[in-house]
């Protein structure tokens, strides 16, 4: 079992709509998570993280955590099409080590 | 701050070569990752480094790679030789210990695309 799974997409949306993206992991241990944005052709760039239980609201974007179902979600609100990029969803090594464990991400498209 | 610096942004090499990617982590990060990314597998953790010690290289292939760190500021990933199999972006991010659970933050540079013919 990979340590965290998303759905690859991809996922398309009109604009305007609200686009929701999921990720689940295994390890009950880890603590923070984590959504980077990926542009075709660059790096991934951090949007929002979170570690406590409920919601984390940024601008149109809102990260959810909910631990005992080890899920996590981003909902963009007002989709725009820039918003059209992969979108990863990183994990945390329990244990207090710095690396992350990476889901193979979803690829978003905003549709105008 | 400038972020991560990698150098070269893209390289071209022919089978049997040897490539050194580099990496300028941000000033003050006391961990250092190296990364590969591709279509099919995603973004793979290589090797990671904390106050320049390596401290997990499971995710390195083989024995043709290995990765350096001799100092808080410059670290290297050398593939000799190179395959085409080993075509790939491999990104350096670099994080830093401190700052609670922000500590797990990676901060990426642009990436090395590598295209072995």
């Known amino acids: ?101 990476f889901g193979t991400g979803t690829r978003l498209t905003v549709i105008p | 701050d400038a972020g991560v610096i990698q150098s070269p942004r893209h390289e071209v090499t022919e089978m049997g070569q040897e490539v050194t990617l580099r990496c300028k982590p941000i000033s003050g990060h006391d961990y250092l990752f190296w990364y590969r990314q591709t279509m099919m597998r995603g973004l793979e953790l290589l090797i990671y480094f904390n106050n320049n010690v390596p401290i997990d290289d499971s995710g390195m292939p083989e024995d043709r790679f290995s990765a350096k760190m001799p100092n808080a500021s410059f670290s290297t990933l050398k593939i000799q030789p190179s395959e085409p199999r080993d075509s790939a972006v491999y990104f350096c991010a670099s994080s830093s210990s401190m700052g609670g659970l922000a500590k797990n933050i990676q901060y990426f540079g642009a990436g090395t695309r590598l295209s072995v013919l």
Do not use: H
Request: glycine share 8%; charged share 20%.
């Open chain 1, 1 to 101: 079992q990979k340590e965290v799974e998303q759905n690859s997409g991809p996922l398309s949306v009109p604009e305007g709509a609200i686009a929701s993206l999921n990720c689940t992991y295994s390890d009950r241990g880890s603590q923070s998570f984590f959504w980077y944005r990926q542009y075709s052709g660059k790096s991934p760039e951090l949007i929002m993280f979170i570690y406590s239980n409920g919601d984390k609201e940024d601008g149109r974007f809102t990260a959810q955590l909910n631990k005992a179902s080890q899920y996590v979600s981003l909902l963009i609100r007002d989709s725009q099409p820039s918003d059209s990029a992969t979108y990863l969803c990183a994990v945390s090594s329990p244990g207090g080590a710095n690396n992350l464990f």
